[in-house]
């Protein structure tokens, strides 16, 4: 840990996050290892880092591609080719909860998807 | 990052060791007068992660930075908040305590 020399009193007490931890997404984490390949959802965090390089590292410009990361996490999307079930790796929260309020409104004016 | 907005980070950590490690983690948030305003809705730390030998994975934060960030006179030559990680092996019985001063 760093140690501030300032001369204030203050201390920098780190908070636990307010949803908790991710469980990691490895394959010695599911309960049922036969059906699941280990880094289920790093497609997904692969197509949020490529937006990021893309887009200059501009957290805004790649907010589907961090919504859809997310909902990999919380096991409501699946990658092609891929099995569901057993990457509840997130408590599922609603989207408005996570901040994605505008993105869910973008989503309802288009043709609804199949999930 | 713009405050208020939500955003997602990851790190990567790897066991480069041939026995599996279950570590912890805590973080920091520099600079110090930034962190009050920079907030976790979930990442990896506080909780025992389990890395096995040799293995590598990916740990995501989602946070945002408070919108009142934008509003404290004090940040306003703050254009960069560097939020990092130490990864502590933890031990049985030991309880981490949080860094801080007292």
Do not use: W
Not at chain 1, 6 to 27: E, I, M, V, W
């Amino acid at each position: 840990m760093s140690t501030a020399m300032n001369f204030s009193n203050k201390s920098f007490t780190p908070r636990p996050p307010d949803k908790g931890a991710f469980p990691l997404d490895h394959f010695g984490a599911v309960a049922r290892p036969s059906l699941c390949v280990a880094g289920e959802c790093s497609a997904f965090k692969e197509r949020f880092m490529e937006c990021l390089r893309h887009s200059g590292y501009e957290s805004a410009a790649c907010r589907q591609s961090a919504k859809a990361y997310l909902e990999c996490r919380m096991d409501r999307r699946v990658a092609p080719g891929q099995r569901p079930g057993c990457r509840q790796l997130m408590a599922n929260e609603p989207l408005e909860k996570l901040g994605f309020k505008d993105l869910i409104n973008e989503k309802s004016e288009e043709k609804p998807e199949k999930s | 990052v713009v405050p208020g907005e939500t955003a997602l980070a990851f790190y990567k950590a790897k066991n480069p060791t041939d026995k599996p490690i279950i570590g912890i983690s805590t973080y920091n948030v520099v600079p110090f007068e930034a962190g009050q305003y920079f907030n976790k809705i979930q990442c990896f730390c506080f909780e025992e992660q389990r890395l096995n030998p040799q293995e590598e994975v990916d740990m995501p934060v989602f946070f945002y930075i408070d919108p009142e960030f934008a509003e404290d006179p004090k940040m306003a030559k703050v254009d960069l908040i560097t939020l990092s990680y130490t990864f502590f092996e933890a031990k049985e019985g030991l309880k981490l305590p949080l860094p801080g001063y007292k």
